[in-house]
């Protein structure tokens, strides 16, 4: 917080506005398009981007107009987007499925966003990218072990933002998740289908 004691070098007004650029204009890159995936979706509307996407399974046309988005293949998705932000389960076909030949396709200005499960990215050549400069950043709210060890370097890049995974974690989702949870035990109770069933 500024005081009246703060010295000017101390508030970081100019470090980073030349570093820095606006949505607008950009194409953003979401990969999944579950549940979550749909509403990053929804809110990306309001930015002025191009969305593109790539799922394992296409979407139907009539969801694709609705979201106003674009299906690419992997290697086009990769190679378009400005901004990839993952939302992805961890399953054994998509442990690593972003790894060095992928990081390789992206631009050198590109981003990288995973708020999913760490192992989907391939945290060696991740930090090898960034490193390198093959990608310009990454931001990150799950790592291979959470929490990361204190000597990971991927807690030390000046191109890396990190945030400890605990933004589900508030009193208004627990008391969601708590009601979906009695509502599925009662179902099951009455022999019925439980809401929200995962398949693996």
């Not at 998705?77 to 390789?104: A, V």
């Amino acid at each position: 917080m500024l005081n009246a004691s703060t010295k000017l070098g101390e508030w970081e007004s100019w470090k980073y506005r030349h570093e820095s650029f606006e949505l607008s204009g950009k194409t953003i890159g979401v990969f999944g398009t579950g549940a979550i995936g749909k509403e990053v979706i929804k809110k990306l509307s309001s930015f002025n981007v191009n969305v593109i996407y790539y799922n394992i399974h296409r979407l139907k046309g009539s969801e694709e107009r609705e979201l106003n988005i674009s299906y690419h293949d992997m290697e086009d998705f990769l190679e378009l987007s400005d901004i990839i932000t993952i939302h992805i389960p961890l399953l054994e076909d998509t442990r690593g499925i972003i790894g060095k030949k992928e990081l390789s396709l992206m631009k050198d200005s590109a981003f990288i966003i995973n708020t999913a499960r760490g192992p989907i990215v391939d945290e060696e050549a991740l930090i090898w990218a960034l490193e390198n400069k093959q990608i310009a950043g990454a931001a990150l709210d799950v790592f291979d072990q959470n929490p990361p060890d204190k000597s990971s370097p991927l807690l030390d890049m000046p191109n890396v933002i990190t945030t400890p995974h605990i933004a589900g974690a508030t009193i208004d989702a627990y008391k969601k998740i708590f009601a979906i949870c009695v509502e599925n035990m009662m179902r099951s109770e009455q022999g019925q289908k439980p809401d929200f069933i995962v398949n693996l």
